[in-house]
């Protein structure tokens, strides 16, 4: 119940295409389902963030749709960029989950590679 | 406004010896988070702090793993013996730690080779 499984696990996309990464979890307890962008060498860093009170959440090029009753959640990168290329990570977390904040359960991740 | 430091960016022991990772949280950040990343895999969390107090270390392998945050600000990670699958990147993060807002800052990592 503490998994959240994330595909594919590598994915690559010529310029200008779109990127789909799908992620799906179990536990109905998660409130808040993040992604992260992570580069060679950094940190992960947020990307973008949803609350399951909506189904769609839009920023920029980033867009995250996400189906309650499924129990699945997927990042969409329009007009995808060479910078682009990082690997991604969706997670899920929820207040009071593991402690009074909340920590985060991570997917596996999925190596994006955008060709010029 | 400064990101959460870490220290060492890289580190290479033998097997059973002992080693220590720092990490300076971003400032007024209450909640500090220790995280093991095994190459190709997500993320795991082995300690959460709220201040100087311990939240949930319940995936921290306790017989060899050890951390404190003394003075609710830095911390330290600390394995003693290291183990071979102890090989990893070791992230910091932390957050602001009020409810609601709950986005995590990571650092750039302690990239552990266990030989």
């Known amino acids: 119940q503490q998994q959240v499984k994330q595909s594919p696990q590598s994915l690559i996309v010529q310029k200008g295409g779109i990127s789909i990464i799908n992620c799906a979890y179990e536990?109905?307890?998660?409130?808040?389902f993040p992604w992260y962008q992570q580069f060679p060498g950094k940190g992960p860093a947020l990307l973008i963030a949803?609350?399951?009170?909506?189904s769609e959440k839009k920023e920029g090029r980033f867009t995250i749709s996400f189906n309650k009753s499924a129990k699945q959640f997927s990042l969409h990168i329009m007009d995808s960029q060479p910078g682009d290329s990082a690997t991604y990570f969706c997670?899920?977390?929820?207040?009071?989950?593991?402690?009074?904040?909340?920590?985060?359960?991570f997917g596996k991740g999925t190596k994006l590679s955008v060709k010029p | 406004e400064a990101g959460v430091a870490q220290s060492p960016r890289y580190k290479i022991i033998e097997k059973r010896q002992s080693v220590a990772f720092w990490c300076n949280p971003i400032s007024g950040h209450a909640t500090l988070y220790w995280y093991q990343q095994i190459l190709g895999q997500g993320p795991k969390l082995l300690i959460q702090f709220q201040n100087n107090g311990v939240v949930d270390d319940s995936q921290l392998p306790k017989d060899r793993f050890s951390a404190e945050r003394l003075k609710g600000v830095d911390s330290t990670l600390k394995i003693q013996p290291a183990k071979l699958e102890d090989s990893a990147v070791y992230l910091c993060?932390?957050?602001?730690?009020?409810?609601?807002?709950?986005?995590?800052?990571f650092g750039a990592g302690t990239r552990l080779s266990v030989l």
């Open positions: 993060a932390s957050s602001l730690g009020l409810a609601g807002k709950n986005i995590q800052y």
């Open positions: 997670a899920a977390g929820a207040e009071g989950y593991g402690g009074s904040q909340g920590n985060l359960i």
């Open positions: 536990n109905t307890a998660f409130d808040y």
């Open positions: 949803i609350r399951p009170d909506v």
